[in-house]
């Protein structure tokens, strides 16, 4: 039976080999479907010898060789004639009408070549060169059938056209993920010298909290949108505006790119730019398939090891997912997107104040099983927030790293360092809710700075160990190993391609990372994970619980690599036992009176504890008794007015103080007036300040101008330009919150004056109303008319503490008058306000102008008591060009179809002329 068998297999490959010269002799590809294990295709792709793998659902793959590669008799096969496998799940003709395609090939210099031959009406809108990914467009249904018959047609599916900014509103809170901490203790992480790429619409770069960080390329969009400065202000604002809208990595610069195109930007440009970082807050429909845009981003990361790309995970949390294995359970599988299902990039979803998760918020597992999202970070409106957040929060962990190592860290080490560091939300250990964890920005540069993490390489079949010390006195041990693998084929069933397992041991103990069902029903997806070998994830996650002390060793073994080696990398966390420590608010953190604020700290108690609060040094007051320490938060109100503050947490008999903090109202900045050459700037007095600080936008931040103890300040505009000021108050030698920054140019004050409007009463008389902007070094209110061409005083009003001061002029005639207002200083200057014009017809007023006027102007202006009153207009010979009622006192009368030269009106009343005269049109 050997003997028998061994002449069959040569058989049959002679014939496949003669089939196979044949093919290539004709340039022509040939699809194999071969029933063989995963480790025999990576075999023979860690040889060259296959050119295209693609994994199907029932377990067979496609295949195609390279010409003369061997290996290939070793795998039986047959041809396939069919080629509706290309296509994705539930892909019909009728998608082809109007829709994008996202096609995956093999050649696209041969793809474009046969298009241009076979598919003259064919639209290549974009392409990603470096994962051969295209982006088209068919007018046909028949066209489908002729690109299926392309040999180096891969995969064909649709890409949606309708994207989704996936948030509308914003407030941030950088205390939820631990931001706040590391801004107070490593000042020197602010993202100063690194470049993050938002994938959207265009924002504002002339806004403050961007000033200095923004900047343009080749790829930003047109279209600017509110949503794009949100994000770019979560990632990097300078917190000028409002304190909250000070962004994670704060000091990095900021750029977008279109979303119009779902593939990866390119990557020499995006490597030009300077990106470490791309945030993607979008979202389309929900497509449960490893597509063309999921390759190209895995593609996009291998070419470029330190490029993060993160995704918002969706608000489409109440979405069913019509396809794939999960179609139709409810509360799983709906990420807004296939390229969401990449395996080297993040996907992170929202949690609220409270670190949970809503309902409406998309969930995992990914189309194949895969633990998604990875991460979840505080989003007020959803997780685009989120993902804004935690792109920033990647910012900073790539600056630690970087001022320590003097390059930037792999992509997949951040991934790392962010999973182990994280924090344990929403059901206990992993799920697909809210996957590993919560952020927490302060232990992920603690664990950079320590160094807990191991960059390493690993061969087929290897194994390499990494030891882990233990102290003594270890609450929970986190380990995560991850790596950027190589991407898949678009429509593979499967995702994974290198796999390598991890295991923790210590002597005869060991533990292997945690898994989740991803059985295709909702109790499964369910369950709470177990310990086993991960063959599906790209990332290792292990954790163990009161470790005793002691040196474990991290196994990372590989028995099934499809490339000669693969890069690795390992980190770790150690939460201390029976540790405490505030993390909002800090000695930095300035909160706002009268609002609420949540305490937060890091603990690794399990017991309950007393909050206390000492406002202005007085004694102690319990806020609330037997708080859940493992909340690791609780809210309260801020009390009025102006102080400082100190919250203890009373744990047994221990206490645990906060920094003290500073407690302020904030402080409305108003324009006493803008004048020419200097400003006036006017704010309330806080009672309990001893000073108050000017800030002034001074380049990328606001920065303090002047110190007062008064409450104004005048400034001259030659001495600062910058137009955006705010108010900080100081109390015990400690600044308290700034208040809005105003530009002062838009606050509709004028030099010692906000409007001045005359209007006609009922009882015919002109009222004259003058609102001033400050009463500072004025005497008196000067009101006057224009009579015979010059402005003539009516009357002077003595100033008060009043801003409105008004006159009734009642001697009024007909026609057009003109009233101005002199505001008297002290030091015998005027300062005078703009003209207002009052139009008043009498039954003896007919006024026509301007006269003469411009043909351009194209309409007159005609001032009556418009009752019954028609105005006809006619040329020099007496011919009638024109005549119009006049429906008002004011009438605008059209002369658009007049020539420049002479005319004649006539005014009627009741059909008799009361008014007549010349017009010039020149």
Known sequence: MNVYYIIKRLVVSIALIFIYSTIY????????????????????????????????????????????????????????????????????????TGNILSVQVVDVYVFKQYIREHISRCEILNEHAASNTILLRLNAENDLDILLECDVVVFIGISPEEIIEETSNSFQDIGVNKVNIVHNIYHELSGEGLNVCIKERSFDTTDIDLAGRAFTSMLTDEERSLHAAQMATIIAGGGNSIPASKGAAWASRITASSFSNLLPDDGATLSSLGISV????????????????????????NNNSELLHIFSAGNSGSTVSTSGTYAGIAGYANLSGNMKMAKNVLTVSATDKTREVSTLNSRGPAYDGRLKPELVAFGSEGTSDAAAMVSGISILVQHAYKNIYSQLPSAALVKAILIASADDVENRGI??????????????????????????????????????????????????????????????????????????????????????????????????????????????????????????????????????????HVAYWLDTANVFQWTYPTGSDKTEAESEIYFRWNSSFEDTGTLEVSVNGSPYETIAENIAIADDAYTWKTPAGLGVAVARMKI????????????????PLKVGYNCDDEVLLTWNKIPGATQYRVLSMQGKYMEPIYISADTSFIFDKDQFASLYYAIQPVIDNKVALQGVAYNYSDQGVHCYYRNFIAMLTEAETAKLSLNISTVYNVTGIQFEKEIDGSFTPLDVVPVNSNLLYEYIDE??????????AAILLSDGRAVYSDTSVLYYGDDKTYLVYPNPVKAEEQELEVLTNGDNLKMVLYDMTGKILKSQDLYNSLFRFSIAELTRGFYIYRIFRNSKPVASGRLVVN
């Not at 001697?811 to 101005?820: A, E, T």
Request: charged share 20%.
């Open 25 to 96: 002799s004709q340039n022509k590809l040939q699809h194999i479907l071969v029933k063989a294990s995963r480790e025999e295709i990576n075999e023979l792709q860690r040889t060259h010898a296959i050119k295209f793998a693609r994994a199907l659902p029932s377990g067979d793959y496609v295949c195609f060789f390279n010409e003369n590669a061997q290996g290939r008799e070793r795998l039986r096969g047959e041809y396939i004639n069919d080629n509706r496998w290309k296509l994705a799940p539930a892909f019909t003709k009728t998608d082809i």
């Open 278 to 301: 791309q945030n993607h807050s979008y979202g389309v429909s929900v497509d449960n398939i490893y597509g063309a845009e999921a390759h190209a981003y895995d593609v996009s990361v």
């Open 431 to 568: 799920d697909f809710i809210s996957g590993y964890g919560a952020v927490n920005a302060y232990q992920a540069i603690q664990l950079v700075k320590a160094a807990f993490f191991k960059n390493d390489n690993i061969g087929q079949n290897e194994t390499k160990t990494m030891d882990i010390h233990i102290p003594s006195g270890i609450k929970t041990l986190r380990v995560a190993v991850t790596w950027n693998d190589p991407a898949a084929a678009a429509g593979d069933a499967i995702a994974i391609v290198n796999d390598l397992d991890g295991k923790l041991t210590n002597g005869n103990l060991q533990w292997h990372p945690w898994v989740l069902s991803h059985y295709p029903h909702a109790d499964s997806l369910s369950k709470a994970a177990i310990r086993k070998p991960d063959h599906l994830n790209t990332v290792e996650y292990i954790t163990v619980d009161d470790p005793a002390a002691g040196t474990y060793q991290l196994q990372v073994t590989s028995k099934n690599l499809a490339t000669d080696t693969q890069d690795f």
């Open 652 to 667: 047994g008999n221990d206490y645990y103080r906060s920094d003290t903090f500073t407690i302020a109202p904030s402080i």
């Open 811 to 820: 001697s009024i005639r007909g026609g057009v008058i003109r009233y101005r």
